[in-house]
């Protein structure tokens, strides 16, 4: 056992380099951190902010903080109508930005879609699918998605296939390595390919002739002015679901600025009836490319759903009315169309997202939306100073008691001191190994509070070196042999070693659940090295007390080994007849 331990412990060791992380991550309070007060405003001019609304507001950012694995974050109310987010480490705006997005999802009908500007070739557009209808880009020959899919518009995908297609030369011109001319479209494709892109082409023209019917006058003439660029996107506006709205597509990350801006229907699937939101990795073979944003909607958005797919459907694939919006705060994340109605009650967006994206979208969206609206006030670093000599405060303490322990384990149990203080150094190193491993796989973070928590394990550690020892103290006290000694007193103290250390866990456990903040970040610490007790105790402590009761120094019961008779106080009597016995 005590080679299998060390096997463990050289992994832990060779993860931790394997891993570039070598030390463990700190907490705001000893590290520093970002620092955002989110000031809510009310729906309506005049209206007041309730406290059941600031209260589910903090409990659906304390579950998004949860879910994007941020340890020892904290999110307080201060005040009728502000919020305080405090992030660990330096440079997390993003995660942040991410707690206090609001986060309302809609699903709107198209009623116009236009690119921004008249030169712009936009590239083609992210398209959300529902699951099961999985939709496919149209293939580079230019050939339509196949049927029952709901498929991308096809305006923006017409003009990259056109430039694509055109600008590709035959492969005899390439082998030859002479200069030619750029080939027309006629030239450089086939009869099949030139009748598709030629359908493209109609299909182009027939979209920019936008029908406004229907359409409010004044919403109209908001659309005209949009130009999708700056503040104009309008990201984090708050919609009225109720009525017809002009907005942008999704800004590109890179230049800031829309392609493509819209007039949308009133809302007609709200996020609020999203039950299920996960991100979901790229599978080709059920037609993902990419990262994805999986959504499954409850049974009154699934009847909606599947009346609207079924009327667009029927309209036709080249109007623009045929397609849905999946709008996310304020921005048009995709718009694919339908081809067929869709009843399954799952949709998935596509963006192309990277893993970090979709999982932010999802924990987002699975949270559900915040009940108010929430304004940046401030932005600011956290510094770590206060911390740092509140740490070097709680070191010097956690140095002294473990001094004590060790000076305590030295003049009471002398020789078998050295067993605990050994076991106590393992336990510690196994303590470190698993907190910086933790803190690269869970972003587990150490603070003051969980110093303090493994500072109270040295305790539990050093009980159940305690109940051992003085469990095998009282079997040499009854005359019995060393190694006799160690297999009957290992045999009565690991019961009520298991009990102690489960009652300690158990205890930490539920005040881990229960707790908030920094307490935690205490209760997690506590439990965690509390199972690390037990492994040292069942592993290393039992183990080499039995190789050194093989020993001389040990099995005589020298007078420093802590096992001397006359030290416990064993009769002449009793040693006298222990030691016939062995000679007869």
Same mark, same amino acid.
């Given at each position: 056992?005590?080679f299998?331990?060390?096997?463990?412990?050289?992994a832990?060791?060779?993860?931790?380099?394997?891993?570039?992380? &070598?030390?463990? &991550?700190?907490?705001?309070?000893?590290? #520093?951190?970002?620092?955002?007060?989110?000031?809510?405003?009310?729906?309506?001019?005049?209206?007041?902010?309730?406290?059941?609304?600031?209260?589910?507001?903090?409990?659906i950012?304390?579950e998004?903080?949860?879910?994007?694995?941020?340890?020892?974050?904290?999110?307080?109310?201060?005040?009728?109508?502000?919020?305080?987010?405090?992030?660990?480490?330096?440079?997390?705006?993003?995660?942040?930005?991410?707690?206090?997005?609001?986060?309302?999802?809609?699903?709107?009908?198209?009623?116009?879609?236009?690119?921004?500007?008249?030169?712009?070739?936009?590239?083609?557009?992210?398209?959300?699918?529902?699951?099961?209808?999985?939709?496919?880009?149209?293939?580079?020959?230019?050939?339509?998605?196949?049927?029952?899919?709901?498929?991308?518009?096809?305006?923006?995908?017409?003009?990259?296939?056109?430039?694509?297609?055109?600008?590709?030369?035959?492969p005899?011109?390439?082998?030859?390595? &002479?200069?030619?001319?750029?080939?027309?479209?006629?030239?450089?494709?086939?009869?099949?390919?030139?009748?598709?892109?030629?359908?493209l082409?109609?299909?182009?023209?027939?979209?920019?002739?936008?029908?406004?019917?229907?359409?409010?006058?004044?919403?109209?003439?908001?659309?005209?002015?949009?130009?999708?660029?700056?503040?104009?996107?309008?990201?984090?506006q708050?919609?009225?679901?109720?009525?017809?709205?002009a907005i942008c597509?999704?800004?590109?990350?890179?230049?800031?600025?829309?392609?493509?801006?819209?007039?949308?229907?009133?809302?007609?699937?709200?996020?609020?009836?999203?039950? &299920?939101?996960q991100?979901?990795?790229?599978?080709?073979?059920?037609?993902?490319?990419?990262?994805?944003?999986?959504?499954?909607?409850?049974g009154?958005?699934?009847?909606?759903?599947?009346?609207?797919?079924?009327?667009?459907?029927?309209l036709?694939?080249?109007?623009?009315?045929?397609?849905?919006?999946?709008?996310?705060?304020?921005?048009?994340?995709?718009?694919?169309?339908?081809?067929?109605a869709?009843?399954?009650?799952?949709?998935?967006?596509?963006?192309?997202f990277?893993?970090?994206?979709?999982?932010?979208?999802a924990?987002?969206?699975?949270?559900g939306?915040?009940?108010l609206?929430?304004?940046?006030s401030?932005?600011?670093?956290?510094s770590?100073?206060? #911390?740092?000599?509140?740490?070097?405060?709680?070191?010097?303490?956690?140095?002294?008691?473990?001094?004590?322990?060790?000076?305590?384990?030295?003049?009471?149990?002398?020789?078998?001191?050295?067993?605990?203080i050994?076991?106590?150094?393992?336990?510690?190193?196994?303590?470190?190994?698993?907190?910086?491993?933790?803190?690269?796989?869970?972003?587990?973070?150490?603070?003051?509070?969980?110093?303090?928590?493994a500072?109270?394990a040295?305790?539990?550690?050093?009980?159940?070196?305690?109940?051992?020892?003085?469990?095998?103290?009282?079997?040499?006290?009854?005359?019995?042999?060393?190694?006799?000694?160690?297999?009957?007193?290992?045999?009565?103290?690991?019961?009520?070693?298991?009990?102690?250390?489960?009652?300690?866990?158990?205890?930490?456990?539920?005040?881990?659940?229960?707790?908030?903040?920094?307490?935690?970040?205490?209760?997690?610490?506590?439990?965690?090295?509390?199972?690390?007790?037990?492994v040292?105790?069942?592993?290393?402590?039992?183990?080499?007390?039995?190789?050194?009761?093989?020993t001389?120094?040990?099995?005589?019961?020298?007078?420093?080994s802590?096992?001397?008779?006359?030290t416990? #106080?064993?009769?002449?009597?009793?040693t006298?007849?222990t030691?016939?016995?062995?000679?007869?």
């Amino acid at each position: 056992m005590l080679f299998a331990l060390f096997v463990i412990a050289a992994a832990l060791v060779g993860l931790m380099f394997w891993q570039g992380q &070598k030390t463990p &991550k700190l907490a705001l309070d000893l590290a #520093g951190g970002t620092t955002v007060t989110l000031t809510a405003e009310p729906s309506r001019p005049g209206a007041k902010i309730g406290d059941s609304e600031m209260t589910q507001a903090i409990n659906i950012m304390r579950e998004r903080v949860n879910g994007l694995g941020v340890s020892e974050a904290e999110v307080t109310k201060q005040g009728n109508n502000v919020i305080v987010v405090q992030v660990p480490g330096q440079g997390q705006e993003r995660v942040v930005g991410l707690i206090g997005t609001t986060a309302k999802l809609e699903f709107r009908q198209v009623m116009v879609a236009e690119p921004v500007g008249a030169a712009q070739q936009p590239a083609p557009t992210p398209t959300p699918t529902p699951s099961g209808k999985a939709s496919k880009s149209p293939k580079p020959s230019g050939s339509p998605s196949a049927s029952g899919k709901a498929s991308t518009s096809p305006s923006p995908k017409g003009r990259a296939l056109a430039q694509a297609l055109v600008a590709t030369p035959k492969p005899s011109e390439k082998a030859s390595g &002479k200069p030619t001319p750029k080939p027309s479209a006629s030239q450089s494709l086939t009869p099949e390919q030139l009748q598709q892109l030629q359908q493209l082409q109609q299909q182009q023209q027939q979209a920019g002739a936008e029908d406004f019917t229907g359409v409010d006058p004044a919403v109209k003439a908001q659309f005209s002015k949009l130009t999708c660029a700056g503040n104009d996107i309008g990201q984090g506006q708050s919609l009225n679901p109720g009525k017809q709205v002009a907005i942008c597509a999704r800004p590109d990350p890179k230049t800031h600025k829309s392609d493509y801006k819209f007039i949308l229907a009133p809302a007609q699937i709200s996020g609020e009836q999203v039950t &299920k939101a996960q991100a979901l990795p790229p599978d080709p073979q059920n037609g993902r490319v990419q990262w994805t944003v999986s959504l499954d909607l409850n049974g009154a958005a699934t009847k909606t759903f599947a009346d609207f797919t079924s009327k667009a459907a029927a309209l036709g694939e080249n109007n623009t009315r045929n397609h849905f919006a999946i709008v996310l705060d304020g921005t048009v994340y995709s718009w694919p169309s339908v081809k067929e109605a869709i009843t399954s009650g799952n949709a998935q967006i596509e963006g192309q997202f990277t893993q970090q994206d979709a999982t932010d979208l999802a924990n987002v969206l699975k949270y559900g939306a915040l009940p108010l609206k929430f304004v940046p006030s401030s932005i600011e670093s956290v510094s770590a100073t206060l #911390g740092k000599d509140q740490l070097s405060a709680g070191l010097i303490a956690g140095a002294i008691g473990l001094g004590l322990v060790v000076l305590y384990c030295l003049l009471y149990y002398r020789g078998l001191g050295s067993v605990a203080i050994s076991s106590l150094i393992v336990a510690g190193v196994l303590t470190y190994e698993s907190v910086v491993l933790l803190g690269k796989f869970i972003d587990f973070r150490m603070s003051l509070a969980g110093i303090a928590g493994a500072i109270v394990a040295i305790g539990i550690t050093a009980d159940s070196f305690v109940v051992f020892f003085e469990r095998l103290r009282d079997e040499v006290r009854e005359g019995r042999s060393l190694r006799t000694a160690v297999e009957r007193g290992w045999h009565r103290a690991r019961r009520t070693i298991i009990v102690a250390d489960a009652v300690s866990f158990i205890a930490a456990l539920l005040l881990y659940w229960f707790a908030i903040g920094g307490v935690k970040g205490f209760a997690f610490t506590l439990g965690l090295t509390t199972l690390i007790d037990v492994v040292v105790v069942f592993f290393f402590t039992k183990p080499l007390v039995t190789v050194l009761a093989r020993t001389k120094f040990f099995g005589r019961g020298h007078r420093w080994s802590g096992l001397d008779p006359s030290t416990l #106080g064993v009769s002449k009597r009793t040693t006298v007849r222990t030691a016939s016995a062995k000679e007869a």
